[in-house]
């Protein structure tokens, strides 16, 4: 498992980074989201503040822009004492009281519960699950191993996120550390669909670069250098096409493609590192590389007209 900040921080910035400049969407996506960050990420909940604290200005912002979007300002401060350290804080204990209900985070008698609750939307539970990796995940740098993790401060919520990851396909395993509960992957296959999930494409494709060059270096056979280029030209393809096709599936649908496109999309998602004509033999019948592309092409302009 992960265990030093430092060595973890920076691939997991930039995955925070995309996921903080991801519209949330709807008001029910906006909720789930900021509900997932706090849980997860704040360092106090209470009827009179909710505060969070990180040395990562995109956490900070994406606490403030939800506030707001939940009709809330939060105070924002810096400070430098050991390193620079970002604190957002909202006050409004009647603002507070109405966000914690709506939230569903008050029980019966008025206390806060620091649990998921039910999320039935799919889109919801995806919104809550970037939250809470913006609250408190983190991906070792991929260079080294491969481990995806998120942490509670209890042991219910940490069994709340491996639940709604396993909802949405991904079986995570649970550990006590360090006086907290974490949820991890050390898969690389499955921390690469999971980035997906998160809208991190630009991480997942390069965690996947990475993997190739990986396997390269350590297999001289294979002709390290010159596979390492055209593989790296194939991944760099692929980002604007899994983009359009993961743009597609989140608003209209994969369905809603002609049969083609639906069975070239479906086989894109699934072999991301392939070539045009690789995935082309894999059809039924067989597809040359430029009927590939053409299809391809089809899928990015349609995705290109949905705002």
Same mark, same amino acid.
């Not at 992960?2 to 709807?26: A, C, H, L, T, V």
């Not at 995806?148 to 209890?154: C, F, T, V």
């Not at 297999?219 to 390290?224: H, K, V, Y």
């Given at each position: 498992?992960?265990?030093?900040?430092?060595?973890?921080?920076?691939?997991?910035?930039?995955?925070?980074?995309?996921?903080?400049?991801?519209?949330?969407?709807?008001?029910?996506?906006?909720?789930?989201?900021?509900?997932?960050?706090?849980?997860?990420?704040?360092?106090?909940?209470?009827?009179?503040?909710?505060?969070?604290?990180?040395?990562?200005?995109?956490?900070?912002?994406?606490?403030?822009?939800?506030?707001?979007?939940?009709?809330?300002?939060?105070?924002?401060?810096?400070?430098?004492?050991?390193? !620079? #350290?970002? $604190?957002? &804080?909202?006050? +409004?204990?009647?603002?507070?009281?109405?966000?914690?209900?709506?939230?569903?985070? @008050?029980?019966?008698?008025?206390?806060?519960?620091?649990?998921?609750?039910?999320?039935?939307?799919?889109?919801?539970?995806?919104?809550?699950?970037?939250?809470?990796?913006?609250?408190?995940?983190?991906?070792?740098?991929?260079?080294?191993?491969?481990?995806?993790?998120?942490?509670?401060?209890?042991?219910?919520?940490?069994?709340?996120?491996?639940?709604?990851?396993?909802?949405?396909?991904?079986?995570?395993?649970?550990?006590?550390?360090?006086?907290?509960?974490?949820?991890? !992957? #050390?898969? $690389?296959? &499955?921390?690469? +669909?999971?980035?997906?999930?998160?809208?991190?494409?630009?991480?997942?494709?390069? @965690?996947?670069?990475?993997?190739?060059?990986?396997?390269?270096?350590?297999?001289?056979?294979?002709?390290?250098?010159?596979?390492?280029?055209?593989?790296?030209?194939?991944?760099?393809?692929?980002?604007?096409?899994?983009?359009?096709?993961?743009?597609?599936?989140?608003?209209?649908?994969?369905?809603?493609?002609?049969?083609?496109?639906?069975?070239?999309?479906?086989?894109?998602?699934?072999?991301?590192?392939?070539?045009?004509?690789?995935?082309?033999?894999?059809?039924?019948?067989?597809?040359?590389?430029?009927?590939?592309?053409?299809?391809?092409?089809?899928?990015?302009?349609?995705?290109?007209?949905?705002?």
């Amino acid at each position: 498992m992960p265990d030093n900040e430092n060595e973890k921080q920076s691939f997991s910035r930039k995955i925070k980074r995309e996921i903080y400049r991801i519209d949330p969407g709807e008001m029910c996506c906006v909720r789930s989201r900021f509900k997932g960050l706090v849980l997860f990420g704040a360092a106090s909940v209470s009827m009179s503040e909710i505060k969070l604290v990180s040395d990562n200005p995109d956490v900070v912002g994406c606490f403030v822009e939800l506030s707001r979007l939940l009709g809330i300002e939060a105070d924002v401060r810096q400070s430098g004492n050991g390193g !620079v #350290k970002y $604190s957002a &804080v909202v006050r +409004d204990s009647v603002k507070i009281a109405q966000l914690l209900y709506d939230l569903k985070m @008050l029980d019966e008698s008025g206390g806060i519960l620091m649990r998921a609750g039910d999320i039935n939307k799919s889109c919801c539970r995806r919104e809550f699950l970037r939250g809470a990796f913006m609250g408190s995940g983190a991906v070792i740098d991929p260079n080294k191993n491969y481990a995806l993790e998120i942490s509670a401060p209890n042991r219910e919520l940490c069994a709340d996120a491996a639940r709604l990851f396993s909802d949405l396909g991904f079986k995570l395993q649970m550990i006590a550390r360090k006086k907290k509960y974490v949820a991890y !992957v #050390k898969n $690389s296959e &499955v921390i690469e +669909d999971i980035l997906a999930l998160l809208g991190a494409c630009a991480s997942q494709m390069e @965690l996947i670069n990475i993997k190739i060059e990986k396997e390269i270096r350590n297999d001289a056979n294979r002709g390290a250098n010159g596979e390492t280029s055209n593989l790296s030209r194939t991944i760099n393809a692929s980002v604007d096409q899994i983009r359009a096709i993961h743009k597609i599936r989140d608003t209209a649908g994969l369905d809603a493609l002609p049969d083609d496109l639906r069975e070239i999309a479906r086989l894109r998602l699934q072999y991301k590192d392939l070539s045009l004509s690789e995935l082309g033999k894999r059809l039924n019948p067989p597809l040359t590389k430029s009927g590939v592309n053409h299809r391809l092409k089809k899928i990015m302009k349609l995705a290109s007209g949905r705002q």
